[in-house]
């Protein structure tokens, strides 16, 4: 089933690869009028910004902006979304597909199964 947007800007955290760079696939060929590509990877979040309007766009309006944003730093979140708010004035959709990890400690094989009976 195709969904359809009229226009509205989103913006997607972890838009360098994986389930954010397909979302923003997803939300070009939809239509919505324009994306803010947030990552720590700023080139791969432009890389993912010029294929989305060449191979995906159907609105003739669409546009993009990639910002490098670590989503597990508060000012760096503020940051994007200021940018966003500049650009393009307000946000309609929100997709975070950032990964955030942290530091763990493993866990044995028997302490792990035993874990899930």
Request: aromatic content about 6%; some cysteine; proline content about 1%.
């Amino acid at each position: 089933m195709a969904i359809t947007l009229d226009g509205g800007i989103a913006l997607v955290t972890g838009a360098a690869s994986g389930i954010g760079k397909e979302t923003v696939f997803a939300l070009a060929q939809a239509g919505v009028e324009g994306v803010i590509l947030a990552d720590l990877n700023l080139s791969g979040a432009e890389l993912v910004a010029q294929e989305s309007t060449k191979k995906w766009a159907t609105n003739s309006y669409f546009r993009t902006t990639a910002v490098q944003a670590d989503v597990s730093d508060e000012a760096a979140v503020n940051n994007m979304v200021d940018v966003a708010v500049k650009e393009f004035g307000r946000i309609d959709y929100c997709v975070h597909a950032a990964g955030v990890a942290f530091p763990g400690r493993q866990l044995s094989i028997s302490r792990s199964t035993s874990m899930i009976r």
